[in-house]
């Protein structure tokens, strides 16, 4: 039986519900589960998220980090309740308040209001933790992108061994020489990770860590992957979050957003482009998936690799044309 199984049995949700409504003093009367190690619980007036984290330490990170942004204005996020840590079967639990999300409108990248307004908010954020980013620096690490990112290479290579003699692996060759290729350019400029100024980094700009509130704004949300370093580094993960959206079109990417276009002529940040991390990453993790996994996460991995295949080849020729030709 497994650990959630048991859980179930021993009535571990109801038991956390009662012990929260025992230390909070609020009378929460429902609990749903979310996800793994998430719950929301309710009460007539209140809704909380229960978010169970690794260690004090990380939620106390993560406490004083929202505090510094809202004493600092940025308002666009959660705040967690005051009691702080909640301490139950062994277990570090935190509150954090609720944000109604607009159901009409809910926020994905393939809307160009959404893109804008990521962006903007993401700039934001980079622009207020620069601030009081050496507060953290004790606190969090320094990112190692290029570290990262030959390990996740080198992981996929090894993985995909088992694929040599399907009709998978000749497109699994295009997508690994775009990975080594930008980590050999990458390698030779290995200081542009680590240059300041720097900044508290997100870490993980996924669609569903931006919530679009009832009222229009956007509120950016999870900080389980902060760090430190340059902002270029976020920015990176950003655009390949979008440019399956707008199509893989390089022109599209600098010329619609002011906040990429000063990139345009930077040779490590285009080189960076040309990775594939997010399939190298989906292919890692589905490698790693038990069976039942595999299946639903089975079209997505499908899409990512071929729907855009020839478009996204072409990005990586121009890209790589212009890194060569000295832009």
Sequence with gaps: MNNQAKRKRDGFENRLLLYIKKVVGHHFRHIFHVKKGVWLIQSEKERWI???????????????LTHYLFENGFQNTYDFHPIGAI????????????????????????????RKDALALLSHFHATTARFTDQFTPHLALFDQLKKWDRRLLDFKKKMGSYEDTGLYPYMKHYMFAGEWAIQFLK????????????????????????????????????????????????LQFCNRILPSLQWSSERLFSDYMEINRYQNDPPFLAALVYPTDIFREWIYYMNSRKKERTNRRHHLETITFKQYKKRMQFIKTVMAKVKNGL
């Design 50 to 64: 229960v978010k169970e984290f690794a260690a004090r330490k990380k939620l106390h990170t993560q406490i004083r």
């Design 87 to 114: 301490y139950f079967d062994g277990r570090v639990f935190g509150l954090i308040r609720h944000i109604e999300q607009k159901q009409d409108e809910p926020f994905h990248y393939g809307s160009a209001r959404c």
């Design 188 to 235: 030779r400029h290995a200081d542009y990770f680590l240059e300041g100024p720097y900044c508290i980094l997100h870490g993980d700009v996924a669609h569903h860590n931006f919530i679009r509130k009832a009222d229009g704004s956007l509120y950016l949300i999870d900080f389980d992957l902060i760090s430190i370093g340059p902002s270029h580094i976020d920015l």
